[in-house]
């Protein structure tokens, strides 16, 4: 083999050549450019913190006079009468954390059973095509979903989703309240729904990139002793990648509870809690966003709107805050 | 020498240009915004003002003036007395539009339905919830109305046309002005919220049994099922342009200070009850006064050769003499015309 001797002969040299010139330059020579980029690089890690602490500082210094006009009461009441200056926070917390759990509620098994197909069971060709329509969904704005979901799919839900559900629960127990009212095709349902065809993307691919993270070698030995598929992805697949689907759900659920627009339009935007899922009603983020121009600076109303953004960030908090904890055992393995 | 005498005077030319084509700034009503864009256009080379104008609410356009970061504020729903003053604003208003009343009801034409206010403020109630309520078959004599559910639809986003809708709904019930009111959104008892003009009209349309409302000029536009209300005089009229220039001619303006004129329920055999003017804020202390002239002279042109482009697009022009009064009132504000 004279090829392969030759090949060692040309790098063998340049190989010595290059590595002692970088460690007698770094040694010797003081660089400007590493205090400077040292400096930046900090600089930026503590901008995000003086960001995040700005906003939030000033969105509950702009809601105090409603949480001291309120008090905690703010929190639960469902009161949101402008003509009188009565705000409460209930109906829209109400609305928000119901939407965005329902919304998690389906799109999960949707999302899980796309990553499966994607990464176990479907035929190489189709992969590419399914994979990048994914992707291309997380990427459609959301003002395009809440267009598409007002003119086609609230129409649909009030002619025939909505009569059919509530004729079929009629008579059941807690169901045939769940599914009761009038079908305006708009409400707490309808916003799931959307909500469910925004989220489905981001945590489907989360969790197709996650699945193919594992090593072929532990599924091998898997499929070797005789596990079937669905065996390999419970037992295999879902545990090594835990942590990692649990963070893309978040990260889906956090984007459930801070949508605007897509849910602004299917809500109904009523400011009322009932029991049925196809009542209108409206979230936090939808009713800052619906109310925000016709509120007078230094108004009572203004400072409420300021409260509600506050209080979502607070939930947003707690919601990272569980999936910390959750995560925390895992990790420590 | 020549030449730099010819290219200072392109130059002097150049900027006399400039400065005639004098640029203001206005932010507010969305309502007010097709007509406030339109005169825009046309008297760019006319007037010789350039209008750059933001929709963005009438509260936010309050806010704007307010903090003087426009040349003028633009709301559908009159300021106070105290408020001005304490601003230090000048208000008039500039066209005037009405409000229908638009249903979802198979087999009933536009304006076939007769309803009256106190009928209308119970729909929104709630308190009447079938179509074939004995109390709206008794104003329509004859009419074949179906036994469907009510279903209310309202403005979910702040907005003038609501504060024009519950202004009227609160003359009209004693039980509306004390238990919601009249603003640009109101805590409502029944219903589902749209958002935007558009959205109420579709709403509406997918719902059998809907009723919502929309200004004129977007009702008409999109040849939605208006309905015919019973004005002051007990009679019933459509919603027509001459109706709602009735309206504005039976009101008597001298009786108010600003300008802040209600529109609704005005007396006269033709009167539509449901209508408002649209209002301009303009500071009395301007910080420059060549910008608050501007603004004065964009809506002197607007109110000499606009009336036309209003009447094209759905609005009605302000009474001549009303006109009149506003430019005499312009008087308070610092600035040549």
Redesign the interface.
Known sequence: MPGRGDHEGIFGPVQQAVVPGVTSGSAAKFRPGDPIFAALARASGVFVLLLLGSLIMSLFIGGIPAFRKFGLGFLVST??????EVFGAGVSIYGTVMTAVLSMILAVPLAFGIAFYLTELAPAWLKRPVGTAVELLAAVPSIIYGMWG??VI??LM?QYVEPTLIDLFDGIPILEDMFAG??????IFTAALILTVMVVPFIAATMRDVFETVPPVFKESAYGLGCTTWEVMRSIVTPYTRVSVIGGIMLGFGRALGETMAV??VI????HISASLFS?G?TIASIVA????????GSLKLSALLALGFILFVISFIVLAISRTLLRPKLKV | MKFALAAMAIGLAGFTVAAQAQSITGAGSTFAAPIYGKWGEAAASTASVQLNYQAVGSGAGINQINNRTVDFGASDMPVKADALAEHKLMQFPTVIGGVDVIVNLPGIEANGLKLTGPLLADIFLGKIVKWNDKAIAAVNPGLKLPGTAIATVHRADGSGTTFVFTDYLSMQSPEWKDNVGASTSVSWPTGAGAKGSDGVAATVRQIPGGIGYDESAYAELNHLTTVAMRNADGKFVAPTMQAFAAAAANADWSAVKNFAIDLNDQKGAESWPIESATFVLLPTDPRDEKQSSAVKRFFDWGFSHGNDIATKLLYIPLPAKVQDAIRAAWQAVPGSM
Request: aromatic share 18%.
């Open positions: 009161t949101w009468n402008p003509v009188k007002f003119f609230v129409p009030s009038p079908p305006f095709g708009t409400g602004t339009f109904g935007n009523s400011s209108a409206n619906l109310e925000f121009p016709e509120s007078p600076s």
